[in-house]
C-alpha cells in the first residue's frame, strides 16, 4: 500500500473512514503492523517504559526517540510515522521545539511530530507548522505532565475540567496542527469535540470519533506492569514468550536440544577429523 499523507487522512475522515493506527518502537513491530494495513505508526516516548523499563516518560531523551524512528522507519518504509517529542525537547522555547522537531524529520525520516498539551504550548505548534513540520496535538491525559494531573488520571469527566479540554483542543487546531490525539476523556467529550473541530481527532481510551491508537504493547500483552482500562488485548505475547524460554531451558537442561536438526555435520570423512 502507498503512504498516506495528510490529504488521505481529511479525506478519510470526509468518508468516515476510521483511521487505525499504533504505537511501534523498533523494527519487527514495524514490520508486521506495516504487512498488517496499519494506516499510521507512533514511535512514542511512552518507549521509556515499555521497552526501557522506566517508571514514566520523564527520562527519555531525543536520541532514544531519534533511534527508535530510524528502526521503525526501516521496518516500515511506506508507512506514515510520527516521532513523539520527549519532555524537555519542547519546553524552553519555540526555538528549541523547532531545532527538535527538525531533527525528527532529517535523522529519523518521520512524517511529522508530535507533542503534549494546548494552550501553553500554542506558540511551539505554530513555530513548528511554520517550519513546514506537520504537527499532531495531544490533549486530555498528557503523560509527560502526569505529576501535575495527579498521576495517569483520565480527564475532561467534571464540567470544569472538560472546559479546559475544549480550550486546549481549539488551541490546538487555531496553531495549524493537521490533527489531533485525545487520550483518557470521556466519549461524550471527544464527540463534542469531534463535531467542533474541522482537523481529524484521533482518540487512546477517549472512544469513537475519527480513528483509534492503542499502544502496541499494551495491545497484544508484551507489557505488564500496568494495563489502563481502554486497552483491549488482542494476543498474550508476554505468555507466549515467557513459555517459550520456559520450555528452551528445560530442553537444554535436559539435552533435549540441540537435536540433530540443528546441527552442521562434517563435510569431509570422520578419519580426516580425528587427526586434527
Ligand atoms: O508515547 C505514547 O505512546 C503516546 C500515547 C500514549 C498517546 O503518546
Ligand atoms: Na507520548
Known sequence: AKKKSILDLVKMKKAGEQVAWITAYDYPTAMFAEAAGMDMLLVGDSLGMVTLGYSGTIPVTMEDCISHCQAVRRGAPNTWIIGDMPFGSYQSSDEQAVDN???????????????????????????????GIPVIGHIGLTPQSSGQLGGFKAQGRTVENARGVIEDALAVQEAGAFSILVEAVPPELTEFI???????????????????????????????????????????????????????????????????????????????????
Not at 494546548?118 to 505548534?125: D, Y
Request: proline share 4%; hydrophobic share 40%; aromatic share 10%.
Open 194 to 276: 469531534t463535531k467542533k473541530l474541522d482537523i481529524p481527532v484521533y482518540s487512546i481510551g477517549a472512544g469513537a470519533c475519527d480513528g483509534q491508537l492503542l499502544i502496541s504493547s499494551d495491545m497484544v500483552g508484551k507489557f505488564q506492569a500496568f494495563t489502563p482500562k481502554f486497552v483491549k488485548k488482542y494476543a498474550e505475547v508476554a505468555e507466549v514468550e515467557t513459555n517459550a524460554y520456559k520450555q528452551y531451558i528445560k530442553e537444554v537442561k535436559e539435552g533435549v536440544f540441540p537435536s540433530d536438526d540443528y546441527v552442521y555435520h562434517i563435510t569431509d570423512p570422520i578419519e580426516e577429523f580425528e587427526k586434527l
Open 101 to 131: 522537531a527538525v531533527r525528527f524529520m532529517k535523522e529519523a525520516d518521520t512524517d511529522c511530530i508530535k507533542l503534549e498539551g494546548g494552550v501553553r504550548i500554542q506558540s511551539r505548534i505554530r513555530a513548528i507548522t511554520d517550519a
